[in-house]
């Protein structure tokens, strides 16, 4: 089982067609970037987090996007108790209507959703089976 944001985004508006899908009202293309992670549940990294598998920090991260609508999310964690921290990387695809927007990893097929708002992404994580925001921001 993967952590925190497996599916890149542990984020159902997700829809068929096109990857970066977007109604008129969208973001559309304008979200391509790099964004980086400011706050886990309203706190500033380092955050300690606990799932069924034990706690665990992250460190950091970044989320990339592209125009045509592929991601990847890279997250620094580091389990409770070890010395070493580790990266954890997602790839897939997303799709925005409005101010939502959807992320599908590959191959496993999970989606998290959050939402847009100028240059912030926030994602609703429910891994840990408490939904926890990641705020992203360019």
Known sequence: MKRLLVAALSL????TGAACN???TGPGASLA???TLRTVNNQSPPVTLCDNLGCFAVLGGQLQLDANGNFVNQLQLQNQGSASAY???TAGYWVVSGNQISFVDNPDNVTLNGSVSNS???IIDTSTGV???L???R
């Open 33 to 35: 970037g790099t964004y």
């Open 131 to 133: 939904a926890v925001p």
């Open 12 to 15: 159902a508006l997700v829809g």
């Open 22 to 24: 977007s109604d008129s």
């Open 135 to 137: 705020v992203y921001t």
């Open 87 to 89: 990266t954890q990387t």
């Open 120 to 122: 912030t992404i926030t």
